[in-house]
T-cell receptor, first 117, second 113 residues
Framework: SAVISQKPSRDICQRGTSLTIQCQVD?????MFWYRQQPGQSLTLIAT?????????ESGFVIDKFPISRPNLTFSTLTVSNMSPEDSSIYLC??????????????FGPGTRLTVL | QKEVEQDPGPLSVPEGAIVSLNCTYS??????FMWYRQYSRKGPELLMY????GNKEDGRFTAQVDKSSKYISLFIRDSQPSDSATYLC?????????????FGQGTELSVKP
């Protein structure tokens, strides 16, 4: 398995400000992922964070809004920039590990619950 | 149309009941099918995964995949209050997912003692 921690666990922010979320993994991983879980919506992949290269963003998500850093193989940050109430959501990081002969399992952190006023 | 559809519930059952949770999907390229359980204030954790069509059993949990109908199910036998959580189905085209998991909305389940 993988032990993943996130900081902060929750925050309430004002419109127009930015928040940086940290994700720490207990051992080195190649890829880390950032998801968004909006109320009543599916868990949606924002981007993949690779160490030593720029993050890869999914359709509908842009670097200016969600800049990501990946300084080493156990740590990543996601910044939610110029926030609006529509950014209120749970943000989760995850990592992928081989757990079966033909399967890579994804493990999720506990999430950061963000409320934007 | 969403790629994966899941009835969000909420679903409330008495302890000991059999629970059936379902998802439908549209992408015929999906090969791996997962069920995640998410307790309140926690991240999702993998319950079971199935490759292609068929059934898989793990204790009180049974996962079924019918690729011809693009329909997957999770059955929980002898449900317990500790099973109360949100259940998310997820799918991918390959085992080396690279993060490309497509999730359903999640079904909130409550098992009453």
């Amino acid at each position: 398995s993988a032990v993943i921690s996130q900081k902060p666990s929750r925050d309430i922010c004002q419109r127009g400000t930015s928040l940086t979320i940290q994700c720490q993994v207990d051992s080195q991983v190649t890829m880390m992922f950032w998801y968004r879980q909006q109320p009543g919506q599916s868990l949606t992949l924002i981007a993949t964070a690779n160490q030593g290269s720029e993050a890869t963003y999914e359709s509908g998500f842009v670097i200016d809004k969600f800049p990501i850093s990946r300084p080493n193989l156990t740590f990543s940050t996601l910044t939610v920039s110029n926030m609006s109430p529509e950014d209120s959501s749970i943000y989760l990081c995850s990592v992928e590990r081989r757990t079966g002969s033909r399967y890579n399992e994804q493990f999720f952190g506990p999430g950061t619950r963000l409320t934007v006023l | 149309q969403k790629e994966v559809e899941q009835d969000p519930g909420p679903l409330s059952v008495p302890e000991g009941a059999i629970v059936s949770l379902n998802c439908t999907y549209s992408n015929s390229a999906f090969q791996y099918f997962m069920w995640y359980r998410q307790y309140s204030r926690k991240g999702p954790e993998l319950l079971m995964y199935t490759y292609s069509s068929g059934n898989k059993e793990d204790g009180r949990f049974t996962a079924q995949v019918d690729k011809s109908s693009k329909y997957i199910s999770l059955f929980i036998r002898d449900s317990q209050p500790s099973d109360s959580a949100t259940y998310l189905c997820a799918m991918s085209e390959s085992y080396n997912q690279g993060g490309k998991l497509i999730f359903g909305q999640g079904t909130e389940l409550s098992v009453k003692p």
